[in-house]
């Protein structure tokens, strides 16, 4: 029995906390439909966000490009170099791990990925919200 609720222990705590993603653009090339993040989102902690979709035609990915609101306001702003290549009918995941320090505030925090080519062209966007 002690094994039983120590498996179940250790199963929820390395579950991934499905959230909601909203696709920010119109016509993208990646279509995101699922976002987990590995952990309760908290200052202070390691926090990864992975998104979940599939390719609607060829694209090359050079960057990913961050912005972070706090209550509506723009915070955070960085980008992440990349060098992914994807075919239509392709599943995508996308994971990034980000660490929100002590000091941020508390509040109402959206998240906005860009994925870019070479050339800083977006052709694909996912939003996450939540609440810290």
Known sequence: M????ALLLVSSI?????????????????VFTEATFSVTPAKGVDETITLYGSANEHAELDNVLLKAK??????????????????????????????????????????????QNAKKVNFACAEVGFVI
């Open 70 to 115: 706090w209550n509506g306001m723009d915070a955070f702003e960085d980008n992440y170099p990349e060098d992914e290549v994807y075919d239509k009918g392709d599943r995508v995941t996308y994971e990034l791990t980000q660490n929100f320090p002590t000091f941020t505030p508390s509040g109402k925090i959206s998240v906005q990925l860009y994925f």
């Open 2 to 5: 002690k094994y039983l609720i």
């Open 14 to 30: 390395l579950a991934a906390i499905p959230t909601k993603v909203t696709n920010c653009m119109e016509n993208p090339k990646i």
